[in-house]
């Protein structure tokens, strides 16, 4: 068979139907937000001064909180300045492997995390943040310069903030999370925070307790301060985790440091709002307002307004069931397959939540593992399966035997789900359709690509063989059993390539398995949900191509620690890293074009579908920013900026498991 010309396989990509998104949010700049300043004088929770202050168990908040604290502008607050009480339900769908977040734990996703880790600097309610002014927010730095020659970063960090448990936040923090986390090859912290997250060759070094300086090998590479924001640069309790990390304590192995802290071990010092006070398995973790917390609103009053916050421990489709329900308070609806039923509810007048669709930024593809040099020690069969993905008439003969539109339509009918070539998500911003390129269903094409490469049926049983009498080609597709939606597109998927004589055998595995799994390259192929790379670009730049041996979710380093990139695999490495370098914002679209461009040429990713989300939050809670999107920069989680969040005294509900309590002694028991 004569290989059938690129140009006859691409085709007109087309638009995705016209969808009514949300209210947009009102565009201000990061100085409308937030400022830090000391102020004439601080206020909490009465019960606090007469439980805790009165009683000498606690300082006085003024002694609390930092010299000059940050600020919320009551101008940027939708309902402006709040009132204390009241919980905000959550329900999730993960579960906590435990507290020690940058040795590698997770706390179950659902914005625990978020909430725990405050990192130097915050990007989830950037989307609120004019296009022209668009960086980083200040958090734990409060302020950042660049050298003269833009190779040096000098930070300052707020100064005078305290973990939860009273103890100074300073360098020391950062620099244990920098030199024996993010640099220490037996650690992986979570949300890829690998050195190279940060650049090749770049260093890192406290100049006095509140001042750290960065020297890159780029000149200016401001990207990197987004890499700075949640997941990968939030640092720890080091006062808690040193004494356990191996470098400090020969007697512990890698392994005992990341468990050191059990979901069990309570009250682990945070600089976040709230602290866990309680965890019973399987059905709810409950956490207490921060004493030390080192925000406050115009007026002084030390946040946040909510005493407490739940995370009932039940699976991620509960989650929007009970947020409609009004039994949970929040919900980033997500799963496709449950939005005709939650927009039916929410519309009814007696409905407890607002349900609040935003942008297409809801997408999955099918990721191959690309790495041919031993990542994930695959054995013969998944290293043939290997040498096929990384075969451009294999993966375009994969990508034609998709039927897009169906797969959207099996989740849910109506105008959300759009066909996803894979690449940048249509209608964000770096996004260019002329760049797109575009392989329509084309079953008969897909057969005859196979047999072009060999792929043909030798022993008739309706399954293709390997090259000269191989065995059958079976393939194992990765996903994640907490979602219906990765299941049930990963179904999709192995259904439509029956037709094709390809075998593809379900791999579903639990989030956290599939997590690892996924982690270690143990997979041929993954259906899995992107991440906030391809809505915004500039958050998790690093993972848009291998430009480490740990940053690609699906290519990363061999035996020998290399990445065996193929040709246009190194044109994209080149791309990115240029991206990264650049402070033209011209020069940076017209990067992404070519990215763009090359990775939808080259079916990197097999794209499947993609569709917006919607923000489903119980009507009591006040200063919900408007247009807040489900996922963009962030999860709304950060987005909504919970720690401004309120209930106004007469809509309050009697929700607080643990009433005027705050958190007790790190591994106490729990609320005191
Ligand atoms: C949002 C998010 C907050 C992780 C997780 C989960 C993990 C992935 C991803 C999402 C959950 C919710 O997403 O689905 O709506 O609440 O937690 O962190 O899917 O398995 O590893 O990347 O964020």
């Given at each position: 068979?004569?290989?059938?010309?690129?140009?006859?396989?691409?085709?007109?990509?087309?638009?995705?139907?016209?969808?009514?998104?949300?209210?947009?949010?009102?565009?201000?700049?990061?100085?409308?937000?937030?400022?830090?300043?000391?102020?004439?004088?601080?206020?909490?929770?009465?019960?606090?001064?007469?439980?805790?202050?009165?009683?000498?168990?606690?300082?006085?908040?003024?002694?609390?909180?930092?010299?000059?604290?940050?600020?919320?502008?009551?101008?940027?607050?939708?309902?402006?300045?709040?009132?204390?009480?009241?919980?905000?339900?959550?329900?999730?769908?993960?579960?906590?492997?435990?507290?020690?977040?940058?040795?590698?734990?997770?706390?179950?996703?659902?914005?625990?995390?978020?909430?725990?880790?405050?990192?130097?600097?915050?990007?989830?309610?950037?989307?609120?943040?004019?296009?022209?002014?668009?960086?980083?927010?200040?958090?734990?730095?409060?302020?950042?310069?660049?050298?003269?020659?833009?190779?040096?970063?000098?930070?300052?960090?707020?100064?005078?903030?305290?973990?939860?448990?009273?103890?100074?936040?300073?360098?020391?923090?950062?620099?244990?999370?920098?030199?024996?986390?993010?640099?220490?090859?037996?650690?992986?912290?979570?949300?890829?925070?690998?050195?190279?997250?940060?650049?090749?060759?770049?260093?890192?070094?406290?100049?006095?307790?509140?001042?750290?300086?960065?020297?890159?090998?780029?000149?200016?590479?401001?990207?990197?301060?987004?890499?700075?924001?949640?997941?990968?640069?939030?640092?720890?309790?080091?006062?808690?985790?040193?004494?356990?990390?191996?470098?400090?304590?020969?007697?512990?192995?890698?392994?005992?440091?990341?468990?050191?802290?059990?979901?069990?071990?309570?009250?682990?010092?945070?600089?976040?709002?709230?602290?866990?006070?309680?965890?019973?398995?399987?059905?709810?973790?409950?956490?207490?307002?921060?004493?030390?917390?080192?925000?406050?609103?115009?007026?002084?009053?030390?946040?946040?307004?909510?005493?407490?916050?739940?995370?009932?421990?039940?699976?991620?489709?509960?989650?929007?069931?009970?947020?409609?329900?009004?039994?949970?308070?929040?919900?980033?609806?997500?799963?496709?397959?449950?939005?005709?039923?939650?927009?039916?509810?929410?519309?009814?007048?007696?409905?407890?939540?607002?349900?609040?669709?935003?942008?297409?930024?809801?997408?999955?593809?099918?990721?191959?593992?690309?790495?041919?040099?031993?990542?994930?020690?695959?054995?013969?069969?998944?290293?043939?399966?290997?040498?096929?993905?990384?075969?451009?008439?294999?993966?375009?003969?994969?990508?034609?035997?998709?039927?897009?539109?169906?797969?959207?339509?099996?989740?849910?009918?109506?105008?959300?789900?759009?066909?996803?070539?894979?690449?940048?998500?249509?209608?964000?911003?770096?996004?260019?359709?002329?760049?797109?390129?575009?392989?329509?269903?084309?079953?008969?094409?897909?057969?005859?690509?196979?047999?072009?490469?060999?792929?043909?049926?030798?022993?008739?049983?309706?399954?293709?063989?390997?090259?000269?009498?191989?065995?059958?080609?079976?393939?194992?597709?990765?996903?994640?059993?907490?979602?219906?939606?990765?299941?049930?597109?990963?179904?999709?998927?192995?259904?439509?390539?029956?037709?094709?004589?390809?075998?593809?055998?379900?791999?579903?595995?639990?989030?956290?398995?599939?997590?690892?799994?996924?982690?270690?390259?143990?997979?041929?192929?993954?259906?899995?949900?992107?991440?906030?790379?391809?809505?915004?670009?500039?958050?998790?730049?690093?993972?848009?191509?291998?430009?480490?041996?740990?940053?690609?979710?699906?290519?990363?380093?061999?035996?020998?620690?290399?990445?065996?990139?193929?040709?246009?695999?190194?044109?994209?490495?080149?791309?990115?890293?240029?991206?990264?370098?650049?402070?033209?914002?011209?020069?940076?679209?017209?990067?992404m074009k070519q990215y763009q461009h090359i990775y939808t040429e080259n079916i990197y990713t097999v794209g499947l579908t993609q569709y917006p989300g919607a923000l489903i939050i119980n009507k009591r809670f006040a200063n919900i920013p408007a247009g807040a999107p489900i996922f963009m920069f962030n999860w709304a989680e950060d987005n909504i900026i919970r720690e401004r969040v309120f209930v106004p005294e007469d809509k309050q509900g009697d929700f607080e498991l643990h009433p005027e309590t705050l958190p007790g002694k790190p591994g106490g028991a729990g609320p005191v």
């Amino acid at each position: 068979m004569l290989a059938i010309p690129a140009q006859e396989l691409t085709g007109e990509l087309p638009d995705p139907p016209e969808f009514a998104a949300l209210s947009e949010p009102t565009f201000v700049s990061i100085s409308d937000i937030l400022e830090y300043k000391a102020l004439p004088e601080y206020h909490e929770p009465d019960w606090v001064t007469s439980k805790y202050v009165d009683a000498g168990t606690l300082p006085p908040v003024a002694e609390r909180l930092p010299k000059e604290p940050m600020v919320y502008k009551t101008g940027n607050m939708p309902e402006g300045i709040g009132v204390y009480g009241d919980t905000m339900r959550h329900v999730i769908g993960g579960r906590p492997e435990g507290w020690n977040y940058i040795g590698g734990q997770s706390q179950g996703w659902g914005g625990i995390d978020i909430g725990l880790s405050e990192c130097l600097t915050r990007t989830g309610p950037l989307f609120e943040v004019k296009a022209d002014e668009l960086e980083p927010m200040p958090n734990l730095a409060k302020s950042w310069e660049w050298s003269e020659d833009g190779h040096e970063l000098t930070m300052h960090l707020i100064e005078g903030a305290k973990w939860s448990d009273g103890d100074a936040f300073d360098a020391d923090d950062v620099m244990f999370f920098w030199n024996d986390n993010v640099n220490d090859p037996n650690v992986t912290p979570l949300n890829n925070a690998t050195p190279e997250t940060f650049g090749v060759g770049t260093t890192l070094e406290a100049l006095d307790p509140y001042t750290i300086k960065w020297t890159f090998k780029d000149v200016r590479p401001t990207q990197y301060l987004y890499a700075m924001a949640y997941g990968s640069f939030c640092p720890g309790p080091s006062h808690i985790l040193k004494p356990e990390h191996p470098k400090y304590k020969p007697s512990n192995t890698y392994e005992q440091y990341k468990n050191a802290f059990p979901p069990e071990y309570m009250n682990i010092p945070v600089m976040g709002a709230w602290v866990p006070v309680e965890y019973r398995p399987d059905d709810i973790i409950v956490m207490r307002r921060n004493p030390y917390y080192w925000k406050v609103d115009e007026n002084g009053n030390q946040l946040p307004y909510l005493n407490e916050m739940h995370y009932r421990l039940s699976t991620w489709a509960d989650r929007d069931v009970q947020a409609v329900a009004g039994s949970g308070d929040f919900s980033n609806l997500e799963q496709a397959e449950s939005y005709v039923e939650a927009l039916r509810r929410s519309a009814e007048d007696s409905a407890p939540a607002r349900l609040q669709f935003g942008a297409r930024t809801i997408g999955y593809a099918l990721e191959m593992n690309l790495s041919a040099n031993g990542w994930g020690e695959p054995d013969e069969r998944a290293q043939r399966v290997r040498e096929l993905n990384r075969n451009l008439d294999f993966r375009k003969a994969i990508s034609i035997a998709v039927d897009r539109q169906r797969l959207g339509e099996s989740l849910v009918r109506g105008p959300f789900t759009a066909i996803y070539p894979g690449g940048l998500y249509a209608g964000t911003a770096y996004y260019d359709k002329a760049s797109t390129v575009y392989y329509p269903y084309n079953i008969e094409a897909a057969g005859a690509l196979l047999d072009g490469i060999g792929l043909v049926d030798t022993d008739g049983n309706g399954i293709r063989n390997f090259p000269d009498g191989g065995p059958d080609v079976e393939i194992t597709v990765l996903a994640n059993t907490d979602y219906g939606t990765d299941t049930n597109l990963a179904e999709g998927v192995i259904a439509q390539m029956e037709p094709l004589g390809i075998r593809v055998i379900a791999n579903f595995q639990s989030g956290t398995a599939r997590d690892d799994m996924q982690q270690a390259g143990q997979f041929d192929w993954h259906v899995r949900r992107q991440g906030s790379e391809m809505v915004s670009v500039v958050q998790g730049t690093a993972q848009l191509a291998p430009t480490g041996p740990r940053t690609s979710f699906f290519h990363r380093g061999g035996t020998d620690g290399t990445v065996d990139v193929l040709p246009f695999e190194q044109e994209l490495v080149d791309i990115v890293n240029k991206f990264i370098s650049s402070s033209d914002n011209a020069e940076r679209a017209e990067l992404m074009k070519q990215y763009q461009h090359i990775y939808t040429e080259n079916i990197y990713t097999v794209g499947l579908t993609q569709y917006p989300g919607a923000l489903i939050i119980n009507k009591r809670f006040a200063n919900i920013p408007a247009g807040a999107p489900i996922f963009m920069f962030n999860w709304a989680e950060d987005n909504i900026i919970r720690e401004r969040v309120f209930v106004p005294e007469d809509k309050q509900g009697d929700f607080e498991l643990h009433p005027e309590t705050l958190p007790g002694k790190p591994g106490g028991a729990g609320p005191v």
